[in-house]
Structure formats: structure tokens, C-alpha cells
T-cell receptor
Framework: AQSVTQPDIHITVSEGASLELRCNYSYGATPYLFWYVQSPGQGLQLLLKYFSGDTLVQGIKGFEAEFKRSQSSFNLRKPSVHWSDAAEYFCAVGARTGGGADGLTFGKGTHLIIQP | NAGVTQTPKFRILKIGQSMTLQCTQDMNHNYMYWYRQDPGMGLKLIYYSVGAGITDKGEVPNGYNVSRSTTEDFPLRLELAAPSQTSVYFC????????????FGPGTRLTVT
């Protein structure tokens, strides 16, 4: 069965500084990878996704992510964060889950705090 | 365009009570999903549907039931509420399977006491 690990529960970054959120996955085949963002009290919104092709993918709000097959990683980056980026970030792999169900398997999330 | 809507936003249930969480999407998506989100645990798939009349279990289906009589609606039923079902519930939809973007509703925060 597939799994997703986000090793950082909380990350604090100063406004204007660069950001990297880590994500490692475990999946036997070519993964479909996603990053979602959840603002307080809101549902999840897709930032970007990777299926195949160029391993550096661009997303909304100035985010990008790089797929590294050799490291089973899909880290999210942003060169300069804004206070509005404070949120919960989830990495997910799309696959048939255990028992044949279709859906996303999520990591536990990384809570991003922006310092002024 | 409303997207995915969920009602209610908040609910407190007593142990043993039942309720239905409503979910509606207006994007004509075939696939719909129910997830639960527990603190520090990410989201877990409860049930999903690939079209009207077709539903299937996800990772954590016990204690829940679903139905899909129309493309737009995908209600989640809790028959005998238990404290372990205290969670935030998210409904989502997508045009096709897990390879496609899922659109999420705002969530329902449920407390069972």
C-alpha cells in the first residue's frame, strides 16, 4: 500500500524568506503526486500536481515542486513567502488504496507559520 | 459557481444519535468522495462513488453509510454516533479518477459527546 510522509509537523519562516516543505512517498508504480493547501477553517485547494514529464512543476501562488524518483520525494518550494501563505500543507499520492478503492492518500500535513 | 457545498458546518451529537451530512456539487463530476480529518492525522478516505448508483468503501468505512442517487448529491450517514467519529468531514469531487484534481467542500465539524 502507498504511504506519504511529511517529516515536519510545523515550520516557521520569516516573511520574504524561501520555503521548502518535504514530502516522501512510498508507492510501487509511477505515482500521481499532489500538493494541497488548507487555510484555517477552509477546505483543501490544489497547489500543483505531477503525473509525468518535466520533474519540476509549477503551481498556483508562486509554488513549485520537484519530483525526484531516486529519493522518492516531492518537495514543495517557494522563493519568497508572504504572510498569506500561513496554512496547512498536505502532500498526497493518488492511487488505488488498499481494497481497490480509488482516492488520495494524504500525509499528516505541515503547519506553516509566517513570522513578520 | 458554488463548487462543492456541505451542510451543516457544525454539529454536536450525543452518543447513539444518527445524522446525515449533506454534500452537493454543481460541476457535473462523476467521482465523489468523503474524507475525515483528525488532528495531526491528515485525511482518510471513508467512501467514494464513481457515478450515480455506484459506491464503494475507502480506508475507514466502518460506522458510515453512503448513497448516490444523483450525480450532484452524495450524503454520508452516521447511524449510531460514537466519540471516535468526532472529526472534520470533507466531501470532494473530481471529473474522473484519482489522477484528476479533487475539489473540496468547506467541511463539517462534528463532535460526538
Amino acid at each position: 500500500a502507498q504511504s506519504v510522509t511529511q517529516p515536519d509537523i510545523h515550520i516557521t519562516v520569516s516573511e520574504g524568506a524561501s520555503l521548502e516543505l518535504r514530502c516522501n512517498y512510498s508507492y510501487g508504480a509511477t505515482p500521481y503526486l499532489f500538493w494541497y493547501v488548507q487555510s484555517p477553517g477552509q477546505g483543501l485547494q490544489l497547489l500543483l500536481k505531477y503525473f509525468s514529464g518535466d520533474t519540476l512543476v509549477q503551481g498556483i501562488k508562486g509554488f513549485e515542486a520537484e519530483f525526484k524518483r531516486s529519493q522518492s520525494s516531492f518537495n514543495l518550494r517557494k522563493p519568497s513567502v508572504h504572510w498569506s501563505d500561513a496554512a496547512e500543507y498536505f502532500c498526497a499520492v493518488g492511487a488505488r488504496t488498499g481494497g481497490g478503492a480509488d482516492g488520495l492518500t494524504f500525509g499528516k500535513g505541515t503547519h506553516l507559520i509566517i513570522q513578520p | 459557481n458554488a463548487g462543492v457545498t456541505q451542510t451543516p458546518k457544525f454539529r454536536i451529537l450525543k452518543i447513539g444519535q444518527s445524522m446525515t451530512l449533506q454534500c452537493t456539487q454543481d460541476m457535473n463530476h462523476n467521482y465523489m468522495y468523503w474524507y475525515r480529518q483528525d488532528p495531526g492525522m491528515g485525511l482518510k478516505l471513508i467512501y467514494y462513488s464513481v457515478g450515480a448508483g455506484i459506491t464503494d468503501k475507502g480506508e475507514v468505512p466502518n460506522g458510515y453509510n453512503v448513497s448516490r442517487s444523483t450525480t450532484e448529491d452524495f450524503p454520508l450517514r452516521l447511524e449510531l454516533a460514537a466519540p471516535s467519529q468526532t472529526s472534520v468531514y470533507f466531501c470532494a469531487s473530481s471529473e474522473r479518477d484519482y489522477t484528476y484534481e479533487q475539489y473540496f467542500g468547506p467541511g463539517t465539524r462534528l463532535t460526538v459527546t
